[in-house]
């Protein structure tokens, strides 16, 4: 009765009544309660030594202290406890540590201690009196959830005052939450996996989970049971060898510590900023770090010991190691597999060779600024180092099929000996020929479509057209295949080279040198 407003009441009325001077028989019968309850209170009215201007005065919360019995002095064996649970509350975190296998190390240092219930009843009391920020719910080393501020910073132009919003990345570990803060230009998937990469690097170590908030940047679509991961994302994860496991749609306590690093970057990180100007991301970073250092040491609420304390002391150990090298972004393109076992990264307009047996598939190319890979049906068919190189080719030759490796392992030894078979003038002009340009390539195509004539036209023909072309100064394909179409390799020494005669009016060839 004496726990609500009522019994606060009656109590009044039973000191003004006793002050009146009645007795403790009608008091009892006219307010409805036991002789016993007003002994109670009288008692503790009389020992207390008042008067009814002194009770007139006092509030209610003052009123009932009054009554309230003395706390008994605590028991030796709780002396020493709540640094006991503080221990136990770190210690939870660690992998295969219970609260079971902790007091049987406690009962064997304090032999006349709690019983395991009653230990584990006092602990949970404990939490819910404490109030503690820390969850006990995660496990060292397990989870690190990510997620962007809703509320954005800015960078000023110094030249031209514009004002540009930027996104704010935070990265919590779940037992410690040891939190990473970082700005950046955008919520794209390159940004993402920059600023937590960079978070990975803060930590000096990888968890075994990431944890995003379904981030379009790194869910695709997102599924209750299987969520679809975005590529550039799932890549970066299994570059560090983590786990990707988005919070579920409309489940806050999947996404709990986050939210909560939000707020709290807000008022200890945003707060201090809100006053100044930033003319460049380094400088915003540096002035953000700057207070990140100081939120991640400062204590927890109710508690003797910070996040920074905690990760050091317990999580960092728990920590998978980075790997030796960062990770690069990599992209992804589609394409056909050409009839000469190539295939275009469109973006260098650049050719890369695939193996000849995938010509006409679908192939993805995925690349980096330095690599390209390409795989058919998630099968890694090709590696390349990248060339940049406008409608240039990159080739493996052991890609290509036996006719295409000849032709590009061909030389000026196989054309003159071709050349030698059908006849001497015939060797000489491919001769000629060979030594027309620097450009090889294009030596070896006009070779080869002269010798390709003598299937049309028969060894002998080509080789008396070959012998009238070698009396012009730069013989070549071209000039064989008309001698060949006109038939003027027949007219032999008969028909002439028809020479202009010397006038004024004539410049003659010398005049375009």
Known sequence: MANNRIGIMIIRQVIRLYTQGKKKYYISRNLGISRNT?????????????????????????????FEAPNPPPSHR??????????????????????????????????DGYSRSQFGDLFRQWQKKSKPTLSIDHKAGDKLYIDYAGKRLHIVDLHTGEITPVEVFLATLGFSQMTYVEASPSQKKEELVKSLGN?????????????????????KRARRHEPEINETFQDFALHYRMYVLPARVRKPQDKALVEIAVKLVYQRIYTELRNKVFYSLPELNAAIWELLDRYNKMNFSRREYSRYQVFHEVEKM?????????????????????????????????????????????????????????????EQIAYHRRDKTRYGKTTNTEHLTKAHQAYLLRGPEEYLERAKEIGENTHQLIEKVLARTLYLEQNFQSCQGILQLSR???????????????????????????????????????????????????RGNTYYK
Request: aromatic fraction near 10%; glycine fraction near 6%.
């Open 199 to 219: 978070a990975l690097l803060y930590f000096e170590g990888v968890p075994q989970v990431v944890v995003p908030d379904n981030l379009k940047s790194a869910v």
């Open 318 to 378: 728990h920590l998978n190691p980075l790997p030796e090298e960062k990770y690069e972004i990599r992209k992804y393109h589609l394409g056909t597999v050409h009839k000469n076992c190539h295939v275009l990264l469109s973006v260098d307009q650049h050719y890369y060779s695939v193996p000849h047996n995938f010509i006409g598939k679908r192939v993805k190319i995925k690349y980096t600024a330095e690599e390209v890979w390409i795989y058919h049906q998630y």
């Open 78 to 111: 709780y002396i020493g406890l709540d640094d006991e649970f503080k221990s136990l509350e770190k210690l939870l975190g660690k992998p295969g540590q219970t609260r079971h296998t902790y007091w049987l190390d406690y009962i064997k240092r304090k032999p």
């Open 38 to 66: 007003v002994d109670k209170y009288l008692a503790g009215f009389i020992t207390h030594e008042l008067d009814w201007d002194d009770i007139s005065k006092m509030s209610d919360k003052q009123l009932m202290k009054l």
């Open 456 to 506: 049309k036209v028969g060894p002998q023909r080509l080789e008396m057209a070959c012998k009238r072309a070698l009396a012009y100064d730069k013989p070549s394909y071209t000039t064989i295949q008309t001698i060949l179409e006109k038939g003027l390799e027949k007219a032999g020494e008969e028909t002439k080279i028809i020479k202009l005669p010397g006038h004024d009016n004539i």
